[in-house]
C-alpha cells in the first residue's frame, strides 16, 4: 500500500509490536495509525475484556487510533473471539484475529475510518450501500467461523473413527497371531 510507514517497535517490551501509519496521501487517502499486537507464545486465551484493555494501552502507548489483536493461533483467542472480533475502545477500533486474517483487518479498519470521516461530511458516497457490504463481510467471517467449527468437531469426529479403527485392527492382529500359534502346536494325525 503505497504511502504506509510500517514500523517494528515492539523491541521495547511494551504494548503494541508494529505501527502501521496511513497519511491523507496514502492509498488509503485518510491520516490513521493501526498498532498491532501480536501474540505467538502460548498464554490464556485473551477475551473481550482483555483485548479491549490490552489494545486500549497499546493505542495510547503508540498513538494510535485503532488496533490489531494478532493471535498466531485460534488458540490464543477465547471462544467468544473466534477468528474475528470487533470492537471499540477510548482510542478507537479494534479488531482481533488470527494470522491468515490480517491483511482483511487492516483493510477493514482503514474502510471503517474511511467511512465515518464520510459520514461527517457531507458525501455523495451512498454510505448505505457501503455499510451493506461491511455487513456481508461480517456474516461472511460468521459463516467462516461456523464452518471452522464444524471442521473442528468433524476432526475430533476423525480421531474417534480412527483410534477405533486402529483398536480394531491390533484386535485382529492379535487374534490372528494366537490363532497361528495355537495352529502350530495342535498335534497332525497321521
Known amino acids: 500500500m503505497s504511502g504506509v510507514e510500517v514500523e517494528h517497535i515492539g523491541r521495547d517490551g511494551?504494548?503494541?509490536?508494529?505501527?502501521?501509519?496511513?497519511?491523507?496521501?496514502?492509498?488509503?487517502?485518510?491520516?490513521?495509525?493501526?498498532?498491532?499486537?501480536?501474540?505467538?507464545?502460548?498464554?490464556?486465551?485473551?477475551?473481550?475484556?482483555?483485548?479491549?484493555?490490552?489494545?486500549?494501552?497499546?493505542?495510547?502507548?503508540?498513538?494510535?487510533?485503532?488496533?490489531?489483536?494478532?493471535?498466531?493461533?485460534?488458540?490464543?483467542?477465547?471462544?467468544?473471539?473466534?477468528?474475528?472480533?470487533?470492537?471499540?475502545?477510548?482510542?478507537?477500533?479494534?479488531?482481533?484475529?488470527?494470522?491468515?486474517f490480517l491483511i482483511i483487518a487492516i483493510r477493514f479498519l482503514v474502510i471503517q475510518q474511511r467511512l465515518n470521516k464520510l459520514r461527517t461530511f457531507e458525501s455523495e458516497l451512498d454510505v448505505t450501500a457501503v455499510e451493506q457490504q461491511i455487513q456481508q463481510i461480517r456474516t461472511a467471517l460468521g459463516r467462516i467461523r461456523t464452518i471452522k467449527k464444524s471442521l473442528t468437531e468433524v476432526g475430533k469426529g476423525v480421531a474417534v473413527i480412527k483410534a477405533e479403527a486402529d483398536a480394531l485392527s491390533t484386535d485382529i492382529q492379535s487374534a490372528l497371531k494366537s490363532i497361528e500359534q495355537t495352529l502350530s502346536f495342535v498335534p497332525t494325525e497321521s
Open 14 to 100: 511494551d504494548t503494541g509490536d508494529i505501527l502501521l501509519k496511513f497519511t491523507s496521501k496514502s492509498l488509503a487517502v485518510i491520516e490513521l495509525s493501526i498498532v498491532i499486537e501480536a501474540r505467538k507464545r502460548p498464554s490464556k486465551p485473551f477475551g473481550r475484556q482483555a483485548i479491549t484493555q490490552h489494545l486500549q494501552s497499546a493505542m495510547v502507548r503508540r498513538s494510535a487510533n485503532s488496533a490489531i489483536f494478532l493471535s498466531y493461533s485460534r488458540e490464543g483467542l477465547a471462544q467468544e473471539i473466534g477468528d474475528w472480533a470487533e470492537g471499540v475502545s477510548e482510542s478507537g477500533y479494534w479488531i482481533a484475529t488470527t494470522h491468515p
